[in-house]
């Protein structure tokens, strides 16, 4: 079964930086899209950031001109590194993987199991 492999989390001050990385276990023959999505206790979950295959990306706009989010189409690997971080980007960061195994298989949703990023003051 696949699995997506996240490292990085932790705890830092504010003004601090981190990078999460996710990968998955195994080979996806193509994919659409990879991104991560965070959530804090009593919050939804949210987008946080997304590359598409092509290289577009999306961004929160509360992480903009901090986060960036790059890809290896090969590897299906992503990585989110994140600067001047704040107390507000506290949360539960989950990696999202949306591709198929095979030409034959169809298109499905993966995620991650969640690492935490608490940021001090």
């Known amino acids: 079964q696949v699995q997506l492999v996240e490292s990085g989390g932790g705890l830092v001050q504010a003004g601090g930086s981190l990078r999460l990385s996710c990968a998955a276990s195994?080979?996806?023959?193509?994919?659409?899209?990879m991104g991560w999505f965070r959530q804090a206790p009593g919050k939804q979950r949210e987008l946080v950031a997304r590359?598409?295959?092509?290289?577009?990306?999306n961004y929160a706009d509360s992480v903009k001109g901090r986060f960036t989010i790059s890809s290896d189409n090969v590897k299906n690997t992503v990585e989110l590194q994140m600067n001047s971080l704040k107390p507000e980007d506290t949360g539960v960061y989950y990696c999202?993987?949306?591709?198929?195994?095979?030409?034959?298989?169809?298109?499905?949703?993966?995620w991650g199991q969640g690492t935490q990023v608490t940021v001090s003051s």
């Open positions: 999202k993987l949306v591709g198929r195994r095979s030409r034959y298989d169809r298109f499905a949703d993966y």
């Open positions: 195994e080979s996806f023959f193509s994919f659409n899209s």
């Open positions: 590359i598409y295959s092509g290289g577009t990306t």
